[in-house]
């Protein structure tokens, strides 16, 4: 990727930073700067960055597993012969360049809430997605839950992008519904969000989702990546399958699920 070339320094810090407050420096053109891991505009800014850092250095290896595993699955239990996917919290457009890589995509759609994000895949993989959208899916308004919907997607992929005041649940949820019923769904999200005592909202959600419309065909837990002190960051991916819409009112109403 061209670009001014730039040099990470990873700090001195304990262990007790969270896998949100991690930061390093860069050095690029005679200037350090911080930036935080969770900082991805600033990230996407810089070409290359991104995968010098999460996949090089830190040893990423999310859009393989998640890409792999919803490959294995649709192999296993009969997936469409070609993709018409959503790919949800797309960033610079490294789960989609894998996704092509094991499957036929006939239409591919990015989402994310950031610019830089948009701007990024432009620069960094031109021409891979049909469209790309920077849009809040906590907030879809009429006009774009039907043009989106009008995509017919039989595909929904979100890596590396739940919880830690990321995508929330109200979003994840939104995306869901994008998708008809009987489309695929993969993601991964870390093993904290899915304990008990899971203060995110994913745990509840995706349980109300299994109990009502989701079925899991295949599942793995995996290390989504180290931290910058080395801990490994265990994740869990997931692929299945929609059986039916999802009440998203009903469940917020209830309380079932938390919107954070
Ligand atoms: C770690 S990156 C993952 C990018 C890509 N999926 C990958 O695996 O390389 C997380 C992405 O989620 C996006 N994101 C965070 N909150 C979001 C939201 N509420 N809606 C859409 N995208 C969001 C971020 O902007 C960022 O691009």
Same mark, same amino acid.
């Given at each position: ?145 039907? !043009? +989106? =919907?009008?995509?017919? /997607?039989?595909? $929904? ?9 990321? *995508?929330?649940? #109200? ?36 349980? !109300? +989702? =299994?109990?009502?419309? /989701?079925?899991? $065909? ?9 931290? *910058?002190?080395? #801990? ?29």
């Amino acid at each position: 990727m061209k670009g001014q070339p730039c040099r990470i320094v990873f700090p001195r810090v304990s262990d007790a930073l969270d896998q949100d407050e991690e930061w390093i420096f860069v050095e690029r053109g005679g200037r350090m700067q911080k930036i935080r891991l969770h900082n991805y505009g600033d990230i996407y800014r810089i070409p290359g960055l991104y995968e010098e850092l999460f996949y090089k250095k830190l040893g990423c290896d999310s859009p393989n597993v998640v890409c792999g595993l919803l490959d294995r699955a649709m192999k296993r239990h009969g997936g469409p012969d070609s993709l018409r996917a959503l790919d949800f919290g797309a960033g610079n457009g490294m789960v989609s360049e894998k996704l092509s890589e094991l499957r036929h995509c006939e239409f591919l759609v990015g989402i994310d809430i950031l610019k830089e994000a948009k701007e990024a895949a432009e620069r960094d993989r031109p021409g891979l997605y049909d469209h790309y959208w920077v849009m809040d899916l906590a907030r879809l308004d009429e006009f774009n839950r039907k !043009r +989106l =919907q009008s995509y017919r /997607f039989n595909t $929904l992929v979100t890596v590396a992008a739940l919880g830690f005041n990321d *995508i929330p649940t #109200r979003a994840f949820l939104n995306a869901f519904n994008l998708v008809p019923k009987g489309s695929w769904i993969a993601f991964n999200i870390r093993d904290k969000f899915l304990r008990e005592d899971d203060r995110s909202g994913y745990r509840n959600a995706l349980d !109300r +989702l =299994q109990d009502s419309c /989701f079925q899991i $065909l295949e599942q793995t837990d995996y290390c989504h990546r180290r931290s *910058i002190t080395g #801990r490994k960051l265990c994740y869990r991916a997931i692929v299945g399958q929609k059986t039916a819409e999802a009440d998203i009112e009903d469940l917020f109403e209830k309380r079932c699920v938390r919107s954070t």
